[in-house]
């Protein structure tokens, strides 16, 4: 089993930058793959990025080119680097991983975090 917790979240303006952690622990050596989803009130849950552990990567189109995604040499914590942030960034951003890499980009994988909020004020 894994567990997974997320750090980072927070008010910042618009334009502005955050980076979010997301610290695994328990079974680390069955990940394959992590990934961030958020969501909106009032939204269904989405992808935001997605990373394996060949390091390939995996971003939705609207946070192309403005967020990073990248993991430790471990493996164990992964990371969330959001520049240009923009009022649709708001969300409750959430923290997954899998042994299997299709599962975390269909929202499948089996561990999820807790949760952090961002809120990007205009």
């Known amino acids: 089993q894994v567990q997974l917790v997320e750090s980072g979240g927070g008010l910042v303006q618009a334009g502005g930058s955050l980076r979010l952690s997301c610290a695994a622990s328990?079974?680390?050596?069955?990940?394959?793959?992590m990934g961030w989803y958020r969501q909106a009130p009032g939204k269904q849950r989405e992808l935001v990025a997605a990373?394996?552990?060949?390091?390939?990567?995996n971003y939705a189109d609207s946070v192309k080119g403005r967020f990073t995604i990248s993991m430790n040499n471990a493996k164990n914590t992964m990371y969330l680097q959001m520049n240009t942030l923009k009022p649709e960034d708001t969300a409750v951003y959430y923290c997954?991983?899998?042994?299997?890499?299709?599962?975390?980009?269909?929202?499948?994988?089996?561990?999820w975090g807790q949760g952090t909020q961002v809120t990007v004020s205009s």
């Open positions: 990373i394996a552990s060949d390091l390939t990567t």
């Open positions: 997954t991983a899998d042994g299997a890499a299709w599962k975390v980009v269909a929202g499948a994988a089996g561990s």
């Open positions: 328990g079974n680390i050596f069955s990940i394959n793959a």
